[in-house]
């Protein structure tokens, strides 16, 4: 049987998934930037290399962590 997300659900999913992401871009931008020496260029490539594992961690983390709540899910 499977299920569709109503649009609050939707909504709500993408809010929580933009909040999550834009923690991470912080976090990893202060820890990059903290005390560096790197250039404009190095700088944005360490934050980049750095999001691709952290994006895709905690994308599948957001996932699974909503996959497990009900609310707003229609039965088709």
Same mark, same amino acid.
């Given at each position: 049987?499977?299920?569709?997300?109503?649009? +609050?659900?939707s909504? $709500?999913?993408?809010? %929580? *998934?933009?909040? @999550?992401a834009? #923690? =991470? @871009? !912080? #976090?990893?931008?202060?820890? $990059?930037? *903290?005390? +560096? =020496?790197? %250039?404009? !260029?190095? @700088?944005?490539?360490?934050?980049?290399? !750095?999001e691709?594992? @952290?994006?895709? %961690?905690?994308?599948?983390?957001?996932?699974r $962590? *909503?996959?497990? #709540?009900? *609310?707003?899910?229609?039965?088709?």
């Amino acid at each position: 049987m499977s299920s569709k997300s109503n649009k +609050s659900r939707s909504l $709500v999913k993408a809010f %929580t *998934w933009r909040f @999550t992401a834009t #923690i =991470d @871009t !912080f #976090i990893i931008s202060y820890l $990059v930037i *903290w005390q +560096s =020496d790197f %250039t404009a !260029f190095e @700088t944005a490539g360490l934050i980049a290399g !750095f999001e691709i594992i @952290t994006k895709i %961690t905690l994308y599948y983390m957001h996932e699974r $962590v *909503w996959s497990s #709540i009900s *609310w707003g899910r229609a039965q088709e």
